[in-house]
């Protein structure tokens, strides 16, 4: 079926650097996704996005974070700064309809 | 606010038996449903899933789930399990209205089928 990649695979920093999760989402969806998930608990939905804007986001997603499809082939997940309560893994989605999940970046802060 | 409940974080059958992993969820009306499932180091996978009509459908590989509306219920079953099932599932609500909302998930049951 169609594949959502994501890159990196693992990231580990420092706290208060900047990360940037990469998205190769399905070639032709127009809906894009981000959730996280810390170890040990269920997935939560942080932010979606269409047509270049966000539609929703939810608490979770903090003023570090951002996102944005530069060149219309990634989508990106930023944070700046980086805290230590950002360690987890993140997973991209995408969708025309259903959601199609990427295999997760986990992200680990120090 | 919506939310979806997996009773059980662990279930340990033997191959050839039948399955079922148990789904509630609360919300004032009857939502999108969906059944996920993830292997290792992959990402989630959709099984099946529920808009309206027929309460019993059917997905990938031998899964259907029932919806019930008076339970508020969308359990998973297998008639007979296969080592390969062996993963996590997630059971996750669409929100809203619109099949593209935002997915609120379970917490997950991990699914161990032994020879």
């Known amino acids: 079926g169609p594949k959502v990649l994501q890159i990196p695979s693992h990231q580990i920093i420092d706290m208060g650097q900047m990360v940037t999760l990469n998205c190769d989402p399905v070639?032709?969806?127009?809906?894009f996704y981000w959730y996280k998930q810390i170890l040990g608990q269920q997935m939560e939905f942080l932010v979606n996005?269409?047509?270049?804007?966000?539609?929703?986001k939810s608490k979770l997603f903090k003023d570090q974070f951002s996102v944005e499809r530069p060149d219309g082939s990634y989508f990106t997940l930023k944070i700046q700064p980086t805290a230590l309560e950002d360690s987890a893994v993140y997973f991209c989605a995408s969708s025309l309809g259903e959601q199609y999940f990427g295999p997760g970046t986990r992200l680990t802060v120090l | 606010a919506q939310s979806v409940t997996q009773p059980d974080a662990r279930v340990t059958v033997s191959e050839g038996a039948s399955l079922q992993l148990r789904c509630k969820y609360s919300?004032?009306?009857?939502?999108?449903l969906f059944w996920y499932v993830q292997y290792p180091r992959q990402g989630l996978q959709m099984l099946l899933k529920y808009y309206s009509g027929d309460p019993v459908v059917q997905g990938v590989n031998g899964f259907e789930a029932e919806f019930s509306k008076s339970d508020s219920s969308f359990h998973l079953r297998k008639a007979s399990v296969h080592w390969s099932d062996s993963a996590v599932y997630f059971c996750?609500?669409?929100?809203?209205?619109?099949?593209?909302?935002?997915?609120?998930f379970g917490s997950g049951t991990r699914l161990q089928v032994y020879a």
């Open positions: 919300y004032s009306a009857t939502p999108y």
């Open positions: 070639s032709n969806h127009l809906y």
């Open positions: 996005f269409y047509n270049g804007k966000v539609m929703e």
């Open positions: 996750a609500v669409s929100e809203g209205t619109q099949v593209v909302g935002q997915l609120t």
